[in-house]
């Protein structure tokens, strides 16, 4: 069993919809990220949660302790939207790792 | 400020042959990691480091080895490759603040294909 489930695992929008990625883990965690990962390769860190709500622009995340869930959500979505989601969290154990468990990504494409 | 780079992009080996992936940062980070990416998969921790002369294994650590005599920098070398190591290589770098609150940077990644 995946320690971090995402779900859509693909996921195709009109632009201007508003899209959701949810994220669910299993294990203690003291911070969640959400990533963006363009065609060609390279990962971008968009936010890192341990409580609450976070902004950015048309990009909101916001993550529930209590229920080990978080969502990944994107207002007036756009063409250059297009890219793969990643959550990632860091596990809550006492160590000094700093290392992040990954989900599979969500393959988000918006058609104009 | 260049952040972490990774070298090279592409790389193609043929089975047996050895290579070391490059990766600095300029941030002063103290974390750094090295990760794979397969298709359909999410990324997997090879070795990591907490800082100069400390690596450490991560979840696939089998076929590499890592070096962390400064700071700055983080080879991964790969001995005797094989078909099971051809994947995207992505090393990222943090800083280790209070819980909660570092970030990670990555690099842009190593696409290598051993044939």
């Known amino acids: 069993k995946n320690e971090v489930e995402q779900s859509p695992q693909n996921l195709t929008a009109q632009e201007g919809e508003f899209i959701t990625i949810n994220c669910s883990y299993s294990v203690g965690i003291s911070a969640l990220h959400w990533l963006q990962q363009h065609p060609g390769g390279g990962i971008v860190s968009l936010f890192m949660l341990s409580s609450g709500k976070k902004k950015h622009g048309r990009l909101i995340a916001t993550i529930n302790i209590q229920e080990k869930h978080s969502s990944l959500h994107i207002t007036a979505s756009h063409p250059r939207d297009s890219a793969v989601y990643i959550c990632?969290?860091?596990?809550?154990?006492?160590?000094?790792?700093?290392?992040?468990?990954f989900g599979k990504g969500t393959k988000l494409s918006v058609k104009p | 400020n260049a952040g972490v780079t990774q070298t090279p992009k592409f790389r193609i080996l043929k089975i047996g042959q050895s290579m070391t992936l490059q990766c600095t940062q300029d941030?002063?980070?103290?974390?750094m990691y090295w990760y794979r990416q397969d298709p359909g998969m999410g990324l997997k921790l090879i070795y990591y480091?907490?800082?100069?002369?400390?690596?450490d294994k991560g979840e696939v650590p089998n076929g590499y080895n890592v070096s962390r005599s400064t700071t700055e920098d983080f080879p991964l070398r790969l001995e005797l490759a094989a078909p099971s190591q051809t994947s995207v290589y992505f090393c990222?770098?943090?800083?280790?603040?209070?819980?909660?609150?570092?970030?990670?940077?990555f690099g842009s990644g190593t696409r290598l294909t051993v044939v």
């Open positions: 941030m002063n980070h103290n974390y």
């Open positions: 480091s907490v800082g100069a002369g400390i690596t």
């Open positions: 990632a969290v860091r596990m809550n154990y006492g160590g000094s790792q700093g290392n992040l468990i």
């Open positions: 990222a770098s943090s800083y280790s603040g209070a819980p909660g609150t570092y970030g990670y940077t």
